[in-house]
């Protein structure tokens, strides 16, 4: 009978009216046109989306991951979708710090034998969402703070010291979180808070030598992570904007962001929240 019940409640939610979003892309344009851009966690949710985009907008990429299969699938979607641009796919591991120095020498060696003489875009965009203060492991810890933050720490260093001494006028582009608005009970959240610092530290640094360093903070974002349990309903009656936002909305930002059209933008977080943080700070409960 309860077996029965269940299924029956389910049932009649599972009938309940979905939301369907128009996804707004930028059209294809130059805005990016001999542009370079390495973007970490490329291959889904916001790093694929802002990958695209920056297709769409005429850079090359390199994108990179922890799963060599998905790599190698997602740029095989890639290079179909865009067959002119120069697309590279790099396992790199953004916990791993140790690996950044070689890892990123072997990516610019491939990028000239494809005739692409620099990178002069950086996206730290690779995260992971775990240890909620409560259940919260060290080793959890650890694995949020090495792949969020340190990660993005050494290796905007290690690129932002290559900018530097090649005179790349670049761009260093930190995808940060709304949750870093809210007080912390999770890694994820201090993690976020670093990456907002992190902005503001780096951009002060390298505005003098003509580097651009700003950030995105995005609400609940419909990505693999943040609606794996109901992929198809985009509704999100918690926040003011009553959905999730886009990864394609965030790649449009990022897009302009990096482009000449965002220049005059430094040191800045752009929150896109859906005024989940900004008008609500109910929606998330907090507990011990």
């Known amino acids: 009978m309860y077996t029965t019940i269940k299924h029956l409640v389910k049932t009649l939610l599972d009938r309940r009216p979905r939301m369907i979003i128009k996804t ?6 130059r805005m990016l046109e001999q542009r370079c851009a390495l973007v970490t966690g490329g291959t889904s949710g916001i790093g694929l989306s802002i990958s695209r985009a920056f297709l769409q907008a005429g850079a090359s990429i390199v994108m990179t991951g922890r799963n060599q299969d998905k790599l190698s699938k997602v740029k095989t979607e890639l290079e179909q979708a865009f067959p002119s641009s120069k697309i590279i796919a790099f396992r790199l591991d953004n916990s791993d710090v140790s690996s950044f120095a070689e890892g990123f020498q ?5 990028l000239e034998a494809e005739g692409i003489p620099a990178v002069d875009i950086l996206v ?5 969402n775990a240890a909620p203060m409560p259940e ?3 080793a959890e810890y650890d694995a949020v703070m090495d792949t969020n933050l340190k990660g ?3 290796l905007s260093q290690l690129v932002g010291r290559y900018m530097k001494a090649n005179h790349i006028r670049g761009n260093i582009l930190n995808i940060g979180s709304a949750s870093c608005l809210r007080p912390g009970n999770s890694a994820y959240i201090l993690s976020k808070w670093g990456i907002r610092s992190l902005t503001l530290g780096l951009a002060k640094a390298l505005g003098k030598d003509g580097i651009t360093v700003n950030g995105i903070a995005p609400g609940p974002t419909a990505t693999p992570m943040m ?7 985009l509704g999100l009656e918690r926040i003011p904007l009553g959905r999730y936002i886009m990864p394609e909305e965030v790649a449009n930002m990022a897009v302009i962001l990096v482009s000449d059209y965002g220049r005059a933008i430094m040191g800045d977080m ?3 929240t859906g005024g989940a943080g900004n008008l609500s700070y109910d929606d998330v409960p907090y507990s011990f």
């Open 270 to 272: 752009i929150y896109m």
């Open 152 to 154: 993005a720490f050494f």
């Open 227 to 233: 609606t794996a349990g109901d992929k198809a309903d």
């Open 136 to 138: 919260a492991r060290e």
């Open 24 to 29: 707004v892309e930028l059209p294809p344009s």
């Open 124 to 128: 730290n965009n690779a995260g992971v």
């Open 106 to 110: 072997r990516i610019l060696s491939l």
